[in-house]
């Protein structure tokens, strides 16, 4: 049966109420904060020219220069490292002589790349020129005992410059800043704070309260039976 006036049923609905200055709740916000600026690149140093025997341990800024061991032949027994703060770098090498061996065993050259993939060069084959990928590297020349080359020289070109990280100085804690911990004194125990513990006293066991334990009677041991006394030259007759 389809509604109609006659059964339909009003349902009634409260009166809407709209908002206004009276009862309406302000939600804060907190203020904007603009953006930073981005750090800046630090200064550069264009077209550096590093010699690990002189540079050695050394870490620059540089977009642009070049590596070298040095003038003549690299000495024996040598650990040379200069790392280049340099971002995204394109090393091409000039020269190269590295006395070889397998895996690079006698003497090595190193490119450590930071964040990226590092190599190993000996022989004397030029190598190609590397693409790095990172915020810096490092090249390290290392050298065994015997047996010496002319060495190498590169250039390098970068993307850009990568600041080094730093870290606050730590400062270590002393009088002035120290907190004394109090802790309560320690009273030993004496006589007039011990507590004495009770304990039952102990009761004789005596006839009242004293259980008999009933044994059955002892029965002698019986004697063993005696021989018959035998008779001398018996005569026995059948029937």
Known sequence: TPPNASNATAVPFPPVTPPNASNATAVPFPPLTPPTAPPTAA????????VLHSHSGAVVQAVAGSVSDGEGDYANNINQAVT???INCLLTFTSFSVEAGSNC????????????????LCGENKPEPIQLTGDAFTVRLVTDHSVTRSGFEMTFTCEGTSAPVTFPPVTPPNASNATAVPFP???????????????PPLTPPN????????????????APPTAAPSTPNMALVLH
């Open 43 to 50: 200064p550069s140093t264009p077209n550096m020219a590093l």
């Open 84 to 86: 280049v703060r340099g």
């Open 105 to 120: 065993r006698f003497d090595a050259l190193h490119i450590e790349a930071e964040g990226g993939a590092s190599r190993t």
């Open 207 to 222: 006839a009242s309260n004293a259980t008999a334990v009933p044994f059955p009677p002892l029965t002698p041991p019986t």
């Open 185 to 199: 004194p320690l009273t030993p125990p004496n006589a007039s704070n011990a507590t004495a513990v009770p304990f």
